[in-house]
């Protein structure tokens, strides 16, 4: 928070524009999925340099609003540890397990 409050970019929620900041980092994301898909993956404007960006935002509006993103986050993963996905009824084929011939 010692950069967002140097930088100006408001460290209280009174001062966060919630959707600007969800924006933000969509763009982040987006810059990441360029990155990766020119193949340019650490470097000026790499696939690594854009993650690092939206952990920055992510962090930041966590920050602002005071939320505890670690607690949250342990939190979430202990309750997907019995959480089951059928792959059939997703659009992500990549994550079918393999067929064993």
């Known amino acids: 928070m ?4 140097e ?7 009174k001062e966060t ?12 994301i987006s810059e990441a999925y360029e990155a990766y898909r020119h193949k ?7 696939f690594e340099e854009e993650l690092g960006d939206v ?3 992510i962090l930041h509006l966590c920050g602002a609003l005071n939320i ?3 607690k949250a986050i342990l939190k979430k993963m202990e309750s997907n540890k019995g959480r089951g996905w059928d792959w059939t009824k997703l659009n992500e084929t990549h994550a079918l397990p393999s067929k064993k011939h």
């Open 7 to 13: 930088k100006g970019f408001g460290t209280e929620p």
């Open 17 to 28: 524009n919630v959707p600007e900041k969800i924006a933000l980092i969509h763009s982040e």
């Open 40 to 46: 340019r993956m650490k470097g000026k404007n790499s």
């Open 68 to 70: 505890d993103i670690e």
């Open 55 to 57: 952990l920055q935002r």
């Open 2 to 5: 010692k950069q967002a409050k």
